[in-house]
């Protein structure tokens, strides 16, 4: 008898390629986490594609010992189309960056996200492009200075959550790149949701826009600058002696201070709930920012939709039950045919 195949591991996941990002890179981490988790997700690693585009994070497919692509510019969620519609089976990964997936490949990044496939799409934020040396991204903070922009980024700057979220993302999270456990559990959950789970890592460029993320990644003013999302408790954030809450006046969200044995809910802070229906909650939470609110870190939206794989099977399905298998030769000789002579 054969033997039982042994469990996977991390270590089947690492590839043999040399990991060449900066001193420092978020991306290490990130690779690190993903790789940690996989082996609860698949039971063989052929099962696994990664899709990536162009820059820093691109270099992800090589280090993932699965099948993987490294496409073009901004194009990696039409791959990701491509490969989930033909082989809904496995198990599909994008992974991409502020300037890939929000510049040139805003476009394609949005109506993958709209059709609802069932795959994880992973964005990370550095707020700068890194690969090709630090030019301002789409997520740029305004006043951004790099050698192209020297008197500072005067474009408004794009919020990927609230990008996700007007697509129609059924699964919108973020997470911060250093802190592994919290972000090893949105990874499980974005793998364990039916439709397309869009993840905000935050990322830090050490190099070219380095410490961008420093109040959220520090774990001393961490408490302070960000607000911990988890279904059914309020929004309390800060530390004892200084907590505060957020509220909704008219829409508009507020902070509400708090003493430490206040009842949250009775002062009015809001009660967390990823699963309502609406968007507008989750677009509420969206604007939150430095340093007026603290930033939202967790999952933000997590709703139910039909995916664009199952109806594509199940039209086909239809069509052949319809119609019958079809047939290519007469296909291609039925209706009006022409000569074109030699």
Same mark, same amino acid.
């Given at each position: 008898?054969?033997?039982?195949?042994?469990?996977?591991?991390?270590?089947?996941?690492?590839?043999?390629?040399?990991?060449?990002?900066?001193?420092?890179?978020?991306?290490?981490?990130v690779?690190?986490?993903?790789?940690?988790?996989?082996?609860?997700?698949?039971?063989?690693?052929?099962?696994?594609?990664?899709?990536?585009?162009?820059?820093?994070?691109?270099?992800?497919?090589?280090?993932?010992?699965?099948?993987?692509?490294?496409?073009?510019?901004?194009?990696?969620?039409?791959?990701?189309?491509?490969?989930?519609?033909?082989?809904?089976?496995? $198990?599909?990964?994008?992974?991409?960056?502020? &300037?890939?997936? =929000?510049?040139? #490949?805003?476009?394609?990044? !949005?109506?993958? /996200?709209?059709?609802?496939?069932?795959?994880?799409?992973?964005?990370?934020?550095?707020?700068?492009?890194?690969?090709?040396?630090?030019?301002?991204?789409?997520?740029?903070?305004?006043?951004?200075?790099?050698?192209?922009?020297?008197?500072?980024?005067?474009?408004?700057?794009?919020?990927?959550?609230?990008?996700?979220?007007?697509?129609?993302?059924?699964f919108?999270?973020?997470?911060?790149?250093?802190?592994?456990?919290?972000?090893?559990?949105?990874?499980?959950?974005a793998?364990?949701?039916?439709?397309?789970?869009?993840?905000?890592?935050?990322?830090?460029?050490?190099?070219?826009?380095?410490?961008?993320?420093?109040?959220?990644?520090?774990?001393?003013?961490?408490? $302070?600058?960000?607000?911990?999302?988890?279904? &059914?408790?309020? =929004?309390?954030? #800060?530390?004892?002696?200084? !907590?505060?809450? /957020?509220?909704?006046?008219?829409?508009?969200?507020?902070?509400i201070?708090?003493?430490?044995?206040?009842?949250?809910?009775?002062?009015?802070?809001?009660?967390?709930?990823?699963?309502?229906?609406?968007?507008?909650?989750?677009?509420?939470?969206?604007?939150?920012?430095r340093?007026?609110?603290?930033?939202?870190?967790?999952?933000?939206?997590?709703?139910?939709?039909?995916?664009?794989?199952?109806?594509?099977?199940?039209?086909?399905q239809?069509?052949?039950?319809?119609?019958?298998?079809?047939?290519?030769?007469?296909?291609?000789?039925?209706?009006?045919?022409?000569?074109?002579?030699?």
């Amino acid at each position: 008898m054969a033997a039982a195949a042994s469990p996977l591991t991390r270590k089947d996941f690492v590839s043999t390629q040399d990991v060449r990002w900066c001193p420092g890179c978020g991306d290490y981490s990130v690779l690190a986490n993903v790789q940690r988790v996989m082996p609860e997700f698949v039971d063989k690693r052929e099962n696994v594609v990664f899709i990536s585009g162009i820059g820093c994070s691109s270099r992800f497919p090589y280090y993932m010992n699965t099948y993987g692509f490294h496409t073009i510019h901004g194009r990696a969620p039409s791959f990701a189309t491509g490969i989930k519609a033909s082989r809904p089976e496995l $198990s599909v990964w994008v992974v991409t960056g502020d &300037g890939d997936g =929000l510049s040139i #490949g805003g476009n394609h990044l !949005l109506h993958t /996200i709209r059709r609802n496939l069932d795959i994880q799409i992973l964005l990370f934020n550095n707020k700068i492009y890194g690969l090709t040396k630090g030019q301002y991204s789409p997520t740029s903070d305004p006043g951004t200075r790099t050698k192209s922009s020297p008197e500072g980024s005067i474009d408004h700057p794009i919020d990927p959550i609230s990008f996700a979220l007007g697509a129609g993302a059924t699964f919108v999270a973020r997470t911060i790149d250093v802190d592994a456990t919290h972000m090893q559990q949105t990874l499980r959950r974005a793998h364990a949701h039916k439709g397309t789970a869009f993840v905000e890592i935050l990322q830090n460029c050490p190099v070219f826009n380095d410490l961008v993320w420093d109040d959220v990644q520090d774990r001393k003013t961490r408490p $302070s600058s960000s607000i911990s999302l988890v279904h &059914g408790e309020p =929004l309390v954030y #800060g530390t004892p002696g200084n !907590l505060r809450g /957020i509220g909704m006046q008219g829409g508009d969200p507020t902070v509400i201070e708090l003493e430490d044995d206040d009842d949250p809910i009775e002062k009015g802070v809001v009660v967390h709930d990823e699963f309502l229906e609406s968007t507008a909650y989750a677009f509420a939470l969206a604007t939150l920012c430095r340093p007026d609110f603290p930033l939202p870190v967790g999952v933000l939206r997590q709703t139910e939709k039909a995916c664009y794989e199952d109806m594509l099977e199940s039209q086909i399905q239809d069509a052949i039950d319809t119609h019958g298998p079809g047939d290519l030769e007469k296909l291609l000789h039925s209706g009006d045919t022409w000569q074109v002579p030699g």
